[in-house]
């Protein structure tokens, strides 16, 4: 399986940046695809997950009405939209696929992510 993300970038505080995951290797229907963020010092940490047959998402509490995931089927690219953008939201960005989310409670943790992809940093500027 292959990550491939794009779109950090640097953006004003109050900006919006798009991020995009797009995944080859197998079939995605059962799979549980998100974002990661780890800043400078600090661990990684979960940002915003979707699970691709129901597709319900589950947020951070710290991104919650800011950020927003969604997916194209037809694609298998996941997008991360982040709106109002804050300073702290500053880090390398992972997109990460989870081959078995439902099996145990969603989100999963770091070690519980079967992929990931190459980071993409995200600088928000006060």
């Known amino acids: 399986v292959q990550l491939q993300a794009s779109g950090g970038g640097l953006a004003q505080a109050g900006g919006s940046l798009r991020l995009s995951c797009a995944a080859s290797?197998?079939?995605?229907?059962?799979?549980?695809m998100g974002w990661f963020r780890q800043a400078p010092g600090k661990e990684r940490e979960f940002v915003a997950g979707?699970?691709?047959?129901?597709?319900?998402?589950y947020y951070a509490d710290s991104v919650k009405g800011r950020f927003t995931i969604s997916r194209d089927n037809a694609k298998n690219t996941v997008y991360l939209q982040m709106n109002s953008l804050k300073p702290e939201d500053t880090a390398v960005y992972y997109c990460?696929?989870?081959?078995?989310?439902?099996?145990?409670?969603?989100?999963?943790?770091?070690?519980?992510?079967?992929?990931w992809g190459q980071g993409t940093l995200v600088t928000v500027s006060s």
């Open positions: 990460a696929a989870d081959a078995s989310p439902y099996t145990r409670r969603w989100p999963p943790n770091t070690n519980e992510i079967d992929y």
């Open positions: 290797g197998r079939a995605f229907s059962n799979v549980g």
């Open positions: 979707i699970r691709w047959s129901y597709g319900d998402t």
